[in-house]
DNA sequence: TTGTACGCGTTATCAA
DNA sequence: TTGATAACGCGTACAA
């Protein structure tokens, strides 16, 4: 075992609670001893147990972040905005993954609670809609990322995804486009709706009818591997540009057209959503729906310390922002083919 | 607060130790008293305290993670490699970052200490070269990813840079360049010494002589920042391939060529190293030196695992393949320019 | 200012 | 098979 404060306390002639103060910013501990103690502990090589505090405290300064999958490039800043303001605020994160499954994200929570975190973070819950009741019953505050219509104790932080997915295809429309694509994905049902909705409602706001044909949704997971997939059938319905569910999507989407000898957007305009990191450097530069990921994590985070502060933070919808790069341009109705 | 053993054991008139003999798969109980113990257990809405058994039994069941930053698309499979099988032994994991600080690595690597945690896995660690004393003084299991010479109590899995690099080279040189440049990076100051004496040694097994105007090292953070600015100077010492640190700077490289017209692989070939998801999807596909990261993260967490069970494992080290895309392409002399 | 004693929720060692 | 009781390492109310 390592030391621990009795091993001190026998070592310096003193009780167990004096060095308990001591080691703290105690008010109640004389200066003298302060200094002796600390030096006696740095010299024991003593390390204060946080299980032990924890336990009698009943705070683990621990919170749980669950998420589908870590090598999304979404999250990785999502989480690196969790991780920077629980540090600061001397917090530790534990990370587990959900892999889009449901039993497992279960799972998952109720491993979190056993460990007494006290929060719990779930980006893109794929519980919330069917289990609702199942987040009554739990104890600790949760903040969910991705959850736009948060109901009941749950709290949440989310970029609006319905107006980012109009701002895409208005943009679309703006260029002169009518036949506008859609690459949906199946495994992220609530913002695949949410941006299918606001790709359909910019559609209509705009006299166009949906054409089912022009909406690709396929259970590929693999996000670029989906993206590929859908030039085809897209392609023969006759688009002249596509949104896509996200960034990796339009980059499967742009690597199909540059084997199938298309020119992007000279013949097909192409659009994304996220905004990682690699956006700005693929060929062409992809214009995409900014989301802003590390602050997305950033709040997540200060809500649960603001709860645990026995506030009552207010949910927070983010607007997502175009920004246009070089894979959309005005419809050329000679450059088809 | 929550429900405890004590509390089941009151309301079915038996002892906490009962209940929690009842509650684990212990032998010395009653089949019958079981079976009700834990439908009471349940009933209460029962759940158990890891910190309370952590502080009995001195284990966590955790352990910690500690990287550079998580939104580097390396990583995030690493993570997931790690995270995949410490669940699966019914480990949780602790992620912190140390943002490529020193003072914050250690402060990092001190408080999972203090919480205890049974093995940290460390990745691309700073302090090795300089604090060797610092490791030898922990007492939990440390497992390295990216350490390729461990020494002292220090485990490790790591990939071939060495060879990574020179396989690199070597293809370049094997497609006739003679003028090969090398863009490294600083704050990586492990990795990018081997796969620069890499570039180096390939480049003397062909009787080249390095020349320092090829070798393109810049403090600029961003990955693709600085294969951006790397192709001026690069281009004008005559370089007609360039071997980069990882497929970042490559993307970042591969972006400034088409912003200045140049053709890739025509003008310029470009190999990365890493491949990245995006690797495979960029435009034109690119060719790069492929590490197995999710195998990585396993081989870590299971060297922690074993390492935990009593055995001592034997430290690894991977081979790095050769991934040929189409950014790299036979020197054409008269295309320069 | 310092010491005593107890609680936090488990597991484990003895007895019964 | 079950029950009492001591640990685990720390915080803390209360007493000295």
Known sequence: MSVSIYDIAKKANLAPST??????????????????????AKEMGYVPSTVAKSLSTNQTWTIGMVVATISDPFMGRVVEGVEEVAMGAGFNVFLSTSQN??????AVIDVLQQRRVDGIIVVASHLFDRYRRY???????IVMIDEQEPAGVIHAVAVDDLRGARLAVEHLLGLGHRRIGYVGVTNRPKSNRYRLRGYEDALKAAGIAPDPRLVFTSNIEDHAKRGEASLEPLWAAG?????????MTAIGLLSACYKRGLSVPDNLSVIGFDDIDTAAYIIPPLTTIHQPRLELGRRAMQMILDLLAGQTPENQLISAELVVRQTTAGLLPDKRR
Request: proline letters at 5%.
């Open 19 to 40: 060095i308990s103060r001591a080691l703290q910013d105690h008010p109640r501990i004389g200066a003298e001893t302060k200094m002796r103690v600390r030096a006696l």
């Open 101 to 106: 499954n449901r039993q497992r994200e279960i």
């Open 135 to 141: 987040f009554d019953r739990i104890e600790v505050p």
């Open 239 to 247: 688009a002249t540009a596509v949104f896509c569910y996200n960034d």
